[in-house]
């Protein structure tokens, strides 16, 4: 079981999902289901509000989901010398936008 830290200040948004069960988690607020878009990882979030336990298949259709894209999101800042623990992160790495233009 992975869990990780939520990305703070992330703009989150509902992807294409592999079922409707899926967006309609997504969709609903009070659902613990968690999408992060910065990283391309589904997740359920834990009570403590900032972690969330990753996901490689989706519970309901049981489809592969995404592979994160977490690792290459720290090499990209890494590469720009950006810290992401001490320095602004650049605002199109808080969203999918980074991944979505070198797709
Ligand atoms: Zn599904």
């Given at each position: 079981m992975n869990i990780v830290m939520m990305l703070k200040?992330?703009?989150t948004s509902v992807p294409s999902c592999c079922c409707h069960s899926m967006e309609?988690?997504?969709?609903?607020r009070e659902?613990?289901?968690?999408y992060s878009s910065a990283y391309q990882?589904?997740?359920?979030?834990?009570s403590s509000k900032f972690e969330y336990s990753v996901l490689s298949f989706?519970?309901?259709?049981?489809?592969k989901l995404p592979t994160s894209r977490r690792n290459e999101?720290?090499?990209?800042?890494?590469?720009?010398?950006?810290?992401p623990w001490e320095h602004d992160?650049?605002?199109?790495?808080?969203?999918?936008a980074w991944w979505e233009k070198i797709k």
């Open positions: 200040n992330e703009k309609t988690a997504l969709s609903d659902h613990p289901l968690y990882e589904f997740g359920v979030q834990l989706c519970g309901w259709c049981g489809s999101w720290f090499e990209q800042l890494e590469s720009m010398n950006i810290d992160i650049p605002i199109h790495f808080l969203s999918s």
